[in-house]
C-alpha cells in the first residue's frame, strides 16, 4: 500500500481527468502536436506552439467541448499539467490565440495537415503494413441562400440525392476515409451537391492511392457503391484490395443466393450477437464463399478484363426477423396503391383494346406480391348528335365503341412472397481474396462488419453531432 504525509497546511484541490491521459497519449503517438509544430513554425513571439492549441482544442472537444472564450474557466476545473504538459501556463490559451491557430491552419489548408498526420503515423514504427480503409459518403444539408460567386476548386451547394431525407435543400457532399477498426481520418472530401457515390469513391481511392505507401497491403471497405466495373478496376490498378457489398441490382447476386437456396449448402455459423433481453433472439449470421469471374473495365483504355473474385453469401436472421416485420405494411401499400391506379385507369376510355391493355401495363407494371385479375371490356356508348333538333322517328343514336379496364380480382401472389421472403434474409459479398488460409469467410465478413466506424464517433455520427464544429471555432 502506498501511504504519504502531506503538510498540515495543506489544501487538496480536485481536478477533472477522465480520459484526458489517454486522449493525448494517443494524439502523441499519432503525432498530431509534432506534425503541426513541424508545417507551422512557432514564432518567438508565441508563448504556446500551434501544435499545442490544437492539441487542447481536440481534448476539450473530446471532453465535451465548450466554445473559445470559455477555454479559460475549462482548464481551470482541469489538471492543465497532464492535459497541457508544464511548460503550458493555461492562461496562454486564450479565444484570440486559439483563433489564430484556427485561421492559419486554413490559411495552410486542412487536406494538407491532415494528410501530413497520416503520413507521418503510418511512415512510423508503430504503423502496420497491412490494414483497411473504410470509406463512405454522406450528404451535408444547407439553409439559407449560396448564389456564390464560387472559385473553380470550390464545391458548389446544389441539390442532388440527398441522404438527409431533406430533397429541398441544397446540400454538399461529404466523403471521408478511415484507417482500420479505430478509424484514423485519412481523406476527406467535400464535393459538389450533386455528385455520385461512383465519383466520390474514385476520387477517394486517387487520394489514397498518392497518400499510402504502395507497399502496404490495403484493403478497401465500402458500401455497395464500390461494386462498380469501372470504380473496381481503378481500385485494382492502384494495387488496393476490397470488400464491398453486392448490390441487388446485378443478376450475379440473385444468381449465387438461387444457388444455396436450390442445393441447400450447409452454412456455418460465421457470428453470433447475444438479445438483450428474452424477447430478443440472438443475431445470427451464417455463410458460404463461392469463387466466380467478374469483368471489370480499366479506367484509362476502358477494356474489360475478367478477375476471378470471391462472394460470401450471408444468411442473417436479422434480415429475415426485419422482412417479417416489414411484410404486412408492405402488402397494405402495394394493394393501396394498385387499387388507387385501377381506379382511376378504370374512368378513361380507349379507342382500341390495345391502347388499353399497353396503359394498364405502364400504369400498373409488375406487382412485387400480388396477382392483378383485370380485363378490357368493350361499352356501346352514345354520341351527340351531329344536326340540331329533334331526331326523326325510327332514327337511331349514334354510337361507338370504346374500352375501358375492369379490376375483377386481386390477391396476394404467395409464390411471390416466398421467394422474396427467402432472398431477404441474404446479403453478399464481394473481395478479391480469394485464399482462404489469409482470408477466411469470418475475416471478410467481420471486416465489412467494422464499416460501422464510419458511422460512427469518429466518422458521421461526430460531424453530425453535438460536437460538430460550431460557427464559434471557424469563422471561414
Not at 61 to 67: D, S, Y
Not at 196 to 207: C, K, L, P, T
Not at 255 to 275: A, C, F, I, K, N
Request: aromatic share 8%.
Amino acid at each position: 500500500m502506498f501511504t504519504t504525509s502531506l503538510p498540515a497546511n495543506a489544501t487538496l484541490v480536485p481536478k477533472v481527468l477522465r480520459h484526458l491521459p489517454l486522449t493525448g497519449a494517443i494524439s502523441e503517438r499519432i503525432g498530431i502536436r509534432r506534425v503541426i509544430d513541424r508545417v507551422l513554425p512557432r514564432d518567438g513571439r508565441m508563448v504556446v506552439s500551434d501544435g499545442e492549441c490544437v492539441d487542447l482544442m481536440i481534448s476539450n472537444i473530446l471532453h465535451g467541448r465548450v466554445a473559445l472564450y470559455h477555454m479559460g474557466e475549462w482548464l481551470e476545473d482541469t489538471d492543465s499539467e497532464v492535459v497541457l504538459g508544464e511548460d503550458c501556463p493555461s492562461d496562454a490559451f486564450h479565444d484570440d490565440r486559439l483563433a489564430g491557430t484556427l485561421d492559419r491552419l486554413y490559411d495552410r489548408g486542412i487536406d494538407d495537415v491532415l494528410s501530413e498526420v497520416a503520413v507521418e503515423y503510418l511512415r512510423s514504427d508503430d504503423a502496420p503494413d497491412e490494414y483497411s480503409v473504410h470509406t463512405d459518403t454522406t450528404t451535408l444539408k444547407l439553409f439559407g441562400a449560396y448564389e456564390g460567386p464560387f472559385g473553380a476548386d470550390s464545391p458548389l451547394p446544389t441539390w442532388g440525392h440527398s441522404k438527409d431525407h431533406r430533397p429541398d435543400l441544397k446540400q454538399l457532399v461529404f466523403g471521408l476515409s478511415l484507417h482500420g477498426a479505430v478509424g484514423i481520418p485519412l481523406c476527406v472530401s467535400v464535393l459538389d451537391g450533386n455528385t455520385s457515390d461512383h465519383v466520390a469513391n474514385r476520387f477517394h481511392i486517387d487520394q489514397l492511392a498518392g497518400l499510402l505507401p504502395p507497399q502496404d497491403q490495403v484493403t478497401l471497405v465500402a458500401d455497395c457503391k464500390l461494386f462498380d466495373p469501372v470504380t473496381l478496376g481503378l481500385l485494382l490498378n492502384a494495387g488496393f484490395h476490397f470488400v464491398t457489398l453486392v448490390p441487388r441490382t446485378y443478376n450475379l447476386r440473385e444468381q449465387l443466393v438461387d444457388h444455396v437456396l436450390d442445393t441447400g449448402d450447409d452454412l456455418p455459423e460465421l457470428s453470433r450477437e447475444r438479445g438483450r433481453n428474452a424477447d430478443r433472439p440472438d443475431r445470427v449470421y451464417r455463410g458460404r464463399s463461392y469463387l466466380a469471374s467478374f469483368d471489370v473495365v480499366d479506367p484509362d483504355t476502358a477494356a474489360k478484363r475478367t478477375v476471378e473474385l470471391c462472394f460470401l453469401v450471408i444468411e442473417s436472421s436479422a434480415l429475415a426477423a426485419q422482412f417479417e416485420a416489414s411484410l404486412p405494411s408492405k402488402l397494405k401499400k402495394e394493394r393501396k396503391s394498385i387499387e388507387r391506379a385501377l381506379s382511376m385507369l378504370g374512368k378513361r376510355e380507349f379507342k382500341c383494346a390495345d391502347d388499353a391493355v399497353n396503359v394498364f401495363n405502364e400504369t400498373v407494371k409488375e406487382p412485387l406480391f400480388h396477382f392483378v385479375n383485370a380485363e378490357v371490356v368493350a361499352e356501346e356508348k352514345k354520341l351527340k348528335r351531329a344536326g340540331r333538333g329533334r331526331p326523326k322517328a325510327g332514327e337511331a343514336a349514334p354510337v361507338c365503341t370504346v374500352y375501358r379496364v375492369v379490376m375483377r380480382d386481386l390477391t396476394v401472389d404467395d409464390d411471390a412472397v416466398e421467394h422474396a421472403r427467402a432472398h431477404a434474409r441474404f446479403f453478399v459479398l464481394a473481395t478479391d481474396h480469394v485464399d482462404p488460409k489469409t482470408w477466411d469467410n469470418r475475416r471478410v465478413f467481420t471486416e465489412y462488419r467494422n464499416q460501422h466506424v464510419i458511422e460512427g464517433h469518429t466518422g458521421f455520427r461526430w460531424l453530425k453531432g453535438p460536437a460538430a464544429v460550431a460557427p464559434m471555432f471557424l469563422k471561414k
